[in-house]
């Protein structure tokens, strides 16, 4: 049956049918979660989820806080070491532009701990006023094989930090596409950015503590290439059709009890960032469309 045969309403009044709960529910959590739990820094939580366990440099995992805490290790819920690097001994610490620690893949995190890492030029611009260095200065380095959409984080334990995004062959050359410096007014200080990185551009990222005095401290940092959402789609074959029926249910039963590779999120057909049954007329919509 091509998508559009049948009407709007006879859609509506089967998803209504099938849907986990009956009309009214909602489905899961909100979108506004941007890193994983707990990527903040290492914390208390008596849950058993899984996280990386980081015991120097090497990284274990996944593992509980509670197995990560008999180990005497630092614990980041969510993450495992596929993708995720500790870097904390001070040996190894990618002091300056020809040490930075290159970046193989997205996504790609890592935790560090600056504490004892050396200042380094160029300050950054939106560091204060006067100062020539940037203090306890760590880099990475990423060069994308293609164009892609690239969101930042980092997350500064208990300092007042800065990073500096460049673009450019060499340090030298580069030039500073971002200063970030937010300071958010819930204590946490983090920064994040999005910006679309040019195919076989080079993209340095410099972060240290703010201002004049050494300082620095455990860091968490992540650099991840979200693939672009396509409302509707939930098998991720680029087309909203009748096939894409059944999932779309399915992903009314909230993301915790979604299995399946293609995003959760795409349910949210309103882009409010919610999985609901407000999401039902708009998913009708776009049935018989491609995706962007
Ligand atoms: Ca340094
Ligand atoms: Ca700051
Ligand atoms: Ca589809
Ligand atoms: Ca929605």
Redesign the pocket.
Known sequence: MAAGTVSRAAVIYLLSVLAPGGPGLMAGRGNELVLPDGAGLPRESARAATGACCIGNECLGPRTEEDCGVLMGYWYEGFDCTTFVCLVETGSLPEDHSRAYPIPSLPFSAAIYTRWALPGAPPGTCNKAGVTQMQNDVWFVYTPPQACSVELTVAYGLYNGLTVVRAGPTCATSIEIFCLNADPPDGEDRDTVSFPAAAGTTYWFQIGKWGANSGGGMTLFLLQAPTPRCPG?????????F??IDLFVESLGGESAWVHSCRWLNADCNRDGRVTFADIDPFVALIGTTCP
């Open positions: 789609d939930m098998n991720c074959d680029g087309r909203i059709t096939t894409d």
